[in-house]
């Protein structure tokens, strides 16, 4: 059963990727666009479609302007090293 949250949650994301698609259907090269299309995906439990995301922009900046787009690599290696936890909640009381 879906709550309001995340439906609501859903239809964001959903948003925001038809405004990255339409950015980058404008301007392919528009890094900004790529890194949200990445959160996106990654955001939509999405990890393969966001890796996926990063090599076909990659390749794209490189044929078209000879240069890997250097800020992206630390998306990269974040979604490659990052781990799913959850995060276990404070305990009651417990102060910091």
Known sequence: MRTSASTSIEANLS???????????????????????IEIHRASGNRDEAIRTYFRFRDHWYDEIGLE?????????WLLTRELRTLEPRERGTEQ
Do not use: Y
């Open 15 to 37: 948003e925001a990727r038809r405004a990255a698609d339409v950015t980058l259907a404008a301007h392919p090269l528009h890094e900004p666009a790529v890194r949200a299309l």
């Open 69 to 77: 787009p250097h800020e992206m690599e630390a998306i990269l290696r």
